[in-house]
């Protein structure tokens, strides 16, 4: 028996349907269970979630659905509730809560939480990009470069460090063409 090649296109078409379609499913489950949880805890109502590990993860929630008013108000909380919490749990949560007031445009804010997660945990780099991308943000490109090239000191493979230093190199290495004022015509 001998497929055509009518035949094998179709072979083809259907494993790449399958293909796409497991992905599909997927990714519907995943928000599916998002939103579950997400409306596990609203229905729970914040003023009764204490446990600084269910805030972060109501928090996160919140910034997956772009929900960052919200979310800012339940990392705040996290951060009240987090007095007992190991150093790593508290400069996750300043993480959060500072990129939850950067997706605000509030970056002076997010700064100072990036910092305070980074006087706890120095070496995080995930801090430390998120405040470079705040400087960047307010067009202090100097010290975004600075605090790129940490995160490449910690993290030499760093993508995102790796990238936004070439691009912040060039535009801190920029010098405008002049020439044109002083030759040609006079």
């Avoid at 339940?74 to 939850?100: H, M, Q, R, V, Y």
């Avoid at 980074?118 to 490109?141: R, W």
């Avoid at 190199?169 to 030759?183: G, V």
């Amino acid at each position: 028996m001998e497929i055509t090649s009518f035949q094998s296109y179709l072979l083809i078409l259907f494993i790449l349907l399958i293909i796409i379609s497991f992905f599909v499913f997927k990714q519907f489950f995943k928000t599916r269970n998002e939103e579950i949880s997400l409306v596990q805890f609203e229905q729970k109502g914040i003023e009764l979630l204490t446990a600084p590990q269910e805030l972060y993860e109501f928090g996160s929630i919140q910034i997956k659905k772009r929900l960052y008013p919200q979310a800012t108000q339940t990392f705040l909380k996290a951060i009240k509730n987090s007095k007992d919490e190991p150093d790593e749990g508290k400069a996750i949560i300043e993480n959060a809560l500072g990129f939850s007031y950067a997706a605000q445009k509030e970056y002076k804010k997010a700064i100072k939480h990036y910092q305070i997660a980074l006087s706890t945990l120095p070496k995080y780099t995930v801090a430390l990009n998120n405040l470079a991308s705040a400087y960047q943000s307010l067009f202090n490109y100097n010290e975004a470069f600075k605090v790129y090239n940490k995160v490449l000191e910690i993290d030499p493979k760093n993508k995102t460090a790796l990238k936004k230093t070439k691009e912040l190199e060039k535009r801190i290495n920029y010098k405008p063409f002049t020439e044109s004022t002083t030759k040609g015509f006079e």
